[in-house]
C-alpha cells in the first residue's frame, strides 16, 4: 500500500483527491490529512479514510475535531506546526494543497524525508522556488504539478528534449469579468468576483481567476519548474477551459493538452504517475463543442499579468513580496475595504517600495528570509490598502 497524505483536504483540490482515492481504498494508507475550519468535513475524511492522524490549522478548533473524532483511534492535533510534523511522517505521496503561502513549509518537510510532492500549492514555487527545487534535489525526491497548466506542460514534455522548447503558452479563462466594461470593474463586489464560469473552484481562487492574479501566479511558477525564460512563457483568453496549456516547439509544432475542466484529471495524473488509470472525468464531444476561441489578454484588464513579469525581472524575494502583497490585498477586497481594481496598484506600490530599499536580493534563499519577507509585505500591503482613498 502506498503512503499518502492530503495536506488542505477539505478545500476543492483536497477532496478531488480524496474522491480519487476513496474509489480504491484499498491501495492507500493514509497518513495525514489537514484541513481549515470545516471541521465536520475533516472528520468525516479522516473516519472514512482511516486517517492517522488529522490537523486543523486552527488551534481552537482543536476539540471541536476532537470530539468529531472521539473513540476512532485518530491522533488529533491542531496549529501550523503540527501541520509541519505530519508532513515530516514517512509518507510515499503528498498532495500539497494548502491555499497560500502557508502551504510552503509542510511542502518543504514532505520533501526532506524524500516523498513526492503532488504540488497545488503555487505560492511555494512562486514564493520560493529556488529552495523547493533545492530541496526536492537534495533529497532524491520528486514534484509533481497539480495546476491544470503545468500538469498540461508536464505531460506535453514527456519524451521531449527541453531544449527545443520555444515557448509554453497557459491558457486563462478570464474569469467572472472577462467580458465586462472596463469601466465597470471597479464596482465589482465580491460576491460577483466569486463566481466562475467554468471551474468549481474556493472564493479564494476564483477571485484571483477573476483578477488575474491566479495566471500571474502560474507564469512565475512556469519559470521556476521549466526553468525557461521569461520571455517563453504566454497567456492567451480561452473562454472554453478546454486546452488547458500549449508547448510550442522549434519545428513549429504546438503539443496541446486538451480535456474537460475537471482537476481530478490533474490529480490523478500525479497521483498514478507515470501509469495512466482510468479517471471518472467526462469525455469530450469535439463535434459538440464546436469551437475553441483564443483572446488576447488585455493588461489594462488585467494588470497582473504586467507585475508577473516585474516579479521575473527582478527576481530573488520579489515572488515572496508579489504573494504576500496579492494575498493581503486580497483580504481587503473581500473585507470591503478596497474596490476590485485597487489590488494590483495594491501589490505593485508593495513590490516596488521593496525594490527601492533593496530588500529583495537573496544569494541563496532559505525558509526564514522567505517567512521573515512574507510577514514585512503583508503589513506593508495592508497599511497599503487602508491609506487607499477608495468608496468601498
Same mark, same amino acid.
Given at each position: ?8 483536504? +477539505? ?30 468535513? @475533516? ?66 518537510? /514532505? #520533501?526532506?524525508?524524500?516523498?513526492? @510532492? ?16 533545492? +530541496? ?57 468576483? !466569486? !463566481? ?11 477571485? &484571483? ?6 495566471? !500571474? ?28 496549456? #500549449? ?22 495524473? /500525479? ?52 504573494? /504576500? ?5 486580497? &483580504? ?11 489590488? /494590483? ?25 522567505? +517567512? ?10 495592508? &497599511? ?9
Amino acid at each position: 500500500m502506498r503512503r499518502i497524505s492530503i495536506f488542505g483536504s +477539505t478545500g476543492s483540490i483536497g477532496e478531488n483527491t480524496v474522491d480519487l482515492i476513496s474509489r480504491a481504498p484499498e491501495e492507500y494508507d493514509v497518513v495525514a490529512l489537514s484541513g481549515g475550519r470545516n471541521i465536520n468535513r @475533516l472528520a468525516e475524511q479522516a473516519i472514512a479514510l482511516d486517517a492517522d492522524v488529522a490537523i486543523t490549522c486552527f488551534f481552537e478548533l482543536k476539540h471541536k475535531l476532537a470530539e468529531r473524532l472521539a473513540g476512532s483511534g485518530i491522533e488529533v492535533a491542531a496549529g501550523p506546526d503540527a501541520i509541519v510534523e505530519a508532513a515530516r511522517r514517512p509518507a510515499d505521496w503528498v498532495m500539497s494543497a494548502i491555499v497560500g503561502a502557508a502551504g510552503l513549509p509542510p511542502g518543504l518537510a /514532505a #520533501l526532506e524525508q524524500g516523498a513526492t @510532492l503532488a504540488l497545488a500549492n503555487k505560492e511555494s514555487l512562486v514564493c520560493a522556488g529556488e529552495l523547493l527545487m533545492r +530541496t526536492a534535489r537534495d533529497n532524491q525526491a520528486q514534484i509533481l504539478p497539480v495546476d491544470s497548466e503545468h500538469s498540461a506542460v508536464a505531460q506535453a514534455l514527456v519524451g521531449e528534449d527541453l531544449a527545443a522548447v520555444e515557448r509554453v503558452i497557459l491558457t486563462a479563462s478570464g474569469g467572472a469579468f472577462r467580458d465586462w466594461p472596463l469601466e465597470k470593474l471597479a464596482s465589482a463586489t465580491p460576491a460577483q468576483a !466569486s !463566481s466562475h464560469p467554468n471551474w468549481d473552484m474556493g472564493q479564494r481562487i476564483t477571485v &484571483d481567476s477573476a483578477s488575474m492574479f491566479n495566471k !500571474s501566479l502560474e507564469v512565475i511558477e512556469t519559470r521556476e519548474f521549466f526553468g525557461l525564460e521569461p520571455d517563453q512563457i504566454e497567456v492567451v483568453v480561452h473562454p472554453q477551459s478546454m486546452i488547458h496549456a #500549449l508547448v510550442g516547439f522549434n519545428d513549429g509544432a504546438l503539443m496541446a493538452h486538451v480535456g474537460p475542466p475537471d482537476m481530478r484529471h490533474a490529480i490523478g495524473y /500525479a497521483l498514478h504517475y507515470p501509469e495512466r488509470r482510468s479517471l471518472p472525468v467526462e469525455r469530450l464531444d469535439l463535434v459538440k463543442i464546436g469551437k475553441l476561441e483564443f483572446r488576447e489578454p488585455c493588461e489594462t484588464r488585467w494588470p497582473a499579468l504586467r507585475l508577473a513579469r516585474e516579479v521575473m525581472r527582478i527576481r530573488g524575494l520579489a515572488g515572496t513580496v508579489f504573494n /504576500a502583497a496579492k494575498e493581503q490585498a486580497l &483580504d481587503s477586497f473581500l473585507a470591503g475595504q478596497i474596490r476590485f481594481t485597487d489590488m /494590483a496598484p495594491v501589490v505593485e506600490e508593495v513590490l516596488h517600495a521593496f525594490e527601492r530599499d533593496n530588500a529583495l536580493k537573496c544569494d541563496r534563499l532559505r525558509l526564514d528570509h522567505v +517567512t521573515e519577507t512574507d510577514h514585512l509585505a503583508r503589513i506593508r500591503a495592508a &497599511d497599503v490598502a487602508a491609506h487607499l482613498n477608495t468608496d468601498a
